[in-house]
């Protein structure tokens, strides 16, 4: 499927970008004051978050921004009410930022002097949540739970494993380059801008469908993940395996893979007809909602 480039002309030959504007997501008609008095029960409160840190290592590196942006949902529909209170701050890392580091989010050791994060200001905001959304939520959540015990008690959903973002054409996740085939931008690579660049790409209908990417990203939060494990697999198999999206857990010799529970059917078939050429000789776990994408 080749996904649909919004801003590019009917000719093909340029593309137009709009600087990032929450107030331009569109509120659905019926969302009248009158009716979100009357279906309290269908409305809930999600946080986009985002955070910049010295590096990759959830054990060796440390948050030096974050940005949250409340909204409020239909959780029936997936549609976007409104958009909430906001927080955004540097975090002083006691150390020098490496020169990549500024590179990539323009982040100088100036911005983060002295600076040090709410992180009272930061719970109070996520406790009113239902569910806390990011773009690789695997990366952010472990950092977020070094400080805050108000995250390890809710549901996170991630807008790159939980959108099907390849199968509509987008053969990259990349919140850049999905912000840039939706038709806007924003100023640079810092956390408040993408906490609220990816809220605004949620709130965009699909092509095919209409219903926006938060309907199938909410969706997907709601369903239980089972750990594959694939122990005792024969050292042949490893290319399928891989190939299958399989990690190697150097410390417990073992391959694993994360999937939903409702295709695990289909799993162990693949692994009992590639993989064992036999029943299947693995281990599965199921995952809390709770406990998705934690460390």
Same mark, same amino acid.
């Given at each position: 499927m080749?996904?649909?480039?919004?801003?590019?002309?009917d000719?093909?030959?340029?593309?137009?970008?709009?600087?990032? @504007?929450?107030?331009? %997501? &569109? /509120?659905? !008609?019926?969302?009248?004051?009158?009716?979100?008095?009357a279906n +309290?029960?269908?409305?809930?409160?999600g946080?986009?978050?985002?955070?910049?840190?010295?590096?990759?290592?959830?054990?060796?590196?440390?948050?030096?921004?974050?940005?949250?942006?409340?909204?409020?949902?239909?959780?029936?529909?997936?549609?976007?009410?409104?958009?909430?209170?906001?927080?955004?701050?540097?975090?002083?890392?006691?150390?020098?930022?490496?020169?990549?580091?500024?590179?990539?989010t323009?982040?100088?050791?100036?911005?983060?002097?002295?600076?040090?994060?709410?992180?009272?200001?930061v719970?109070?905001?996520?406790?009113?949540?239902?569910?806390?959304?990011?773009?690789?939520?695997?990366? @952010?959540?472990?950092? %977020? &739970? /070094?400080? !805050?015990?108000i995250?390890?008690?809710?549901?996170?959903?991630? +807008?790159?494993?939980?959108?099907?973002?390849?199968?509509?054409?987008?053969?990259?996740?990349?919140?850049?380059?999905?912000?840039?085939?939706?038709?806007?931008?924003?100023?640079?690579?810092?956390?408040?801008?993408?906490a609220?660049?990816?809220?605004?790409?949620?709130?965009?209908?699909?092509?095919?469908?209409?219903?926006?990417?938060?309907?199938?990203?909410?969706?997907n939060?709601?369903?239980?993940?089972?750990?594959?494990i694939?122990?005792?697999a024969?050292?042949?198999?490893?290319?399928?395996?891989?190939?299958?999206?399989?990690?190697?857990?150097?410390?417990?010799?073992?391959w694993?893979?994360?999937?939903?529970?409702?295709?695990?059917?289909?799993?162990?078939?693949?692994?009992?007809?590639?993989?064992?050429?036999?029943?299947?000789?693995?281990?599965?776990?199921?995952?809390?909602?709770?406990?998705?994408?934690?460390?």
């Amino acid at each position: 499927m080749s996904f649909h480039w919004i801003g590019k002309s009917d000719c093909g030959s340029t593309v137009t970008l709009k600087k990032l @504007d929450l107030s331009q %997501i &569109e /509120k659905p !008609s019926y969302a009248t004051p009158d009716w979100i008095t009357a279906n +309290s029960d269908l409305l809930r409160v999600g946080v986009s978050i985002d955070v910049e840190t010295t590096g990759l290592s959830h054990s060796d590196d440390t948050i030096i921004e974050i940005g949250l942006r409340q909204f409020q949902f239909n959780k029936a529909t997936g549609e976007i009410l409104s958009v909430g209170k906001s927080y955004s701050s540097f975090q002083d890392p006691g150390r020098p930022l490496s020169k990549e580091i500024t590179i990539i989010t323009g982040i100088t050791d100036q911005m983060v002097a002295g600076v040090n994060i709410d992180w009272s200001e930061v719970d109070s905001l996520l406790s009113e949540a239902s569910v806390i959304v990011a773009h690789n939520a695997r990366f @952010d959540r472990p950092f %977020i &739970e /070094k400080k !805050s015990k108000i995250s390890t008690q809710k549901v996170w959903a991630c +807008s790159i494993k939980q959108i099907d973002w390849f199968n509509k054409g987008y053969t990259s996740p990349k919140l850049e380059l999905l912000n840039i085939y939706h038709g806007f931008f924003t100023d640079s690579h810092r956390a408040i801008n993408d906490a609220e660049a990816l809220l605004y790409l949620l709130s965009l209908p699909q092509p095919e469908s209409q219903h926006s990417y938060l309907a199938e990203l909410l969706a997907n939060a709601r369903r239980t993940m089972t750990q594959v494990i694939a122990s005792s697999a024969p050292f042949e198999a490893k290319d399928f395996l891989k190939s299958r999206g399989y990690s190697w857990d150097s410390l417990n010799r073992f391959w694993s893979k994360l999937i939903y529970k409702d295709e695990l059917a289909a799993e162990t078939a693949w692994l009992e007809e590639t993989v064992y050429c036999g029943t299947f000789g693995g281990i599965t776990r199921d995952i809390a909602l709770t406990d998705n994408f934690k460390n």
